[in-house]
């Protein structure tokens, strides 16, 4: 039997976690699924385990007129309904992309997303649904999105299956409100900005994101299962390695990256890994329960490094790959740098998780956009002429006298957006002088 599958209002393209399937007949209704709980050996933040997932359904475009004989309720009432309707089907490819993200909707749900983190302590969660999102990416394939990164697919129910994924559903539903609330936000830049905006507000650096990151559209354009690290894999640092050189990123960024892990638990009920609580998360903040790398989960900073050098606590979690960080002679160098120097952790995690954000992604415009003015380099001011005059009566200069001042001026080294290296006319003046001292000792 066929099924319909209507998306949320807010979205343009299905979305797993506000989606209805209803069966054809009108019988019955339901909401998607919970993801099928992960396998013993995955792992829960930020990059976890991986088995098989189900294959992806295509999807095929309803006519409004169609969707008004199927279902119960009537469109005119709810119109919404008909935005983004598919039926799955075993043909067809995505449609047309989502338009790139609103500034202004971006800036208001940031401000929404710091609420959601200040009332639930969802900073951990929302820091893998970004990780996972972009994590897929293959530098080798140039085609988007076959090549994966941001964009989106992780909303969709086939990709939330995936083992390595248990239990991001639960930050999909956390985020979704948001989403509906802002639909001129895309998916990809939601991710991406709810996971840099839980570093920041758990104390950690600021991230130069910037935004415009272009939706997938369908589940059939989700990527393959296990592309993410594994937590316990035989050799950790060339399994590390092999996936994050994959992504194009390298020794200092695996390490720089590994340091998130000073935030979040590890849920054996999802991963596999962990205890079931320990005297660090009981209590919670949020659901208690699960084992923490650091005594303070919640907080950004560099207690991972120092932990997992000392490893004198069995309440604090080391995985596999956490352990190999100061056992590889190249990621000693640097997991041993950050346990020393927080400052120098931060400007490298900053750094690395921008460019993870930005893995795969399409941006639309192509330069993306920037929330805080932090993205595109200042723009040199222009050269007016004016502003260098003196007097009370200030006048601008002719067209043929700037350009007279300019060629001048770039014969010399100069140019309107680059200062000279040194004073020019103060240099004239010291030879000047000198050559006058000179010829007067020469007199005498």
């Not at 994959?246 to 009920?269: C, N, Q, W, Y």
């Not at 200030?394 to 700037?402: G, N, V």
Request: aromatic content about 8%; proline content about 8%; hydrophobic content about 40%.
């Amino acid at each position: 039997m066929a099924e319909l599958l209507l998306s949320s209002p807010a979205s343009s393209s299905a979305s797993a976690s506000a989606s209805i399937v209803v069966s054809l007949s009108g019988a019955s209704s339901r909401l998607p699924k919970k993801p099928a709980s992960a396998s013993a050996s995955a792992q829960a933040l930020p990059f976890p385990f991986h088995a098989a997932s189900p294959s992806p359904s295509p999807s095929l475009r309803v006519s409004a007129r169609s969707l008004h004989r199927l279902l119960p309720l009537s469109p005119r009432r709810n119109p919404s309904l008909l935005r983004g309707a598919f039926v799955s089907r075993s043909m067809g490819s995505a449609g047309a992309m989502c338009a790139a993200s609103d500034a202004a909707q971006l800036r208001s749900a940031r401000e929404d997303i710091k609420e959601l983190l200040n009332t639930t302590f969802c900073h951990p969660i929302l820091v893998r649904l970004g990780w996972h999102d972009a994590g897929t990416y293959d530098k080798n394939i140039e085609e988007w999105p076959q090549r994966g990164g941001a964009n989106g697919s992780l909303r969709f129910e086939v990709e939330l299956k995936h083992a390595a994924n248990a239990g991001l559903v639960n930050a999909l539903k956390l985020i979704q409100p948001i989403k509906d609330k802002y639909s001129g936000v895309t998916y990809a830049d939601l991710f991406q900005l709810a996971s840099a905006t839980a570093i920041e507000e758990a104390g950690g650096p600021k991230i130069p994101m910037k935004y415009g990151r272009v939706d997938v559209t369908g589940p059939e354009q989700c990527p393959a299962e296990r592309k993410l690290p594994d937590a316990g894999p035989p050799s950790p640092a060339q399994h590390l390695r092999d996936v994050f050189y994959r992504m194009g990123l390298d020794d200092k960024e695996i390490v720089a990256l590994s340091g998130a892990h000073t935030l979040g638990r590890a849920r054996p009920e999802r991963s596999g890994w962990g205890k079931p609580e320990t005297k660090y998360t009981k209590d919670g903040p949020g659901a208690p329960g699960g084992q923490s790398w650091t005594v303070q989960w919640l907080k950004f900073d560099n207690s991972y490094f120092k932990d997992i050098k000392e490893q004198k606590d069995e309440d604090l979690l080391v995985l596999p790959t956490d352990a190999v960080l100061l056992e590889d002679p190249s990621f000693k160098v640097y997991a041993e740098k950050y346990a020393e120097d927080q400052d120098a952790f931060f400007k490298d995690y900053a750094e690395a998780h921008a460019k993870l954000s930005n893995l795969g992604a399409k941006f639309d415009p192509p330069e993306g956009i920037s929330l805080d003015g932090d993205i595109k380099a200042a723009t040199p001011e222009p050269f007016v002429a004016a502003k260098y005059s003196s007097g009370e009566k200030k006048r601008e200069l002719s067209d043929a006298m700037k350009q007279k001042i300019r060629a001048e001026y770039e014969a010399i080294g100069g140019s309107p957006d680059k200062p000279l290296k040194s004073n020019y006319f103060l240099n004239i003046m010291i030879v000047i002088a000198a050559l006058a001292f000179l010829t007067s000792l020469l007199g005498n």
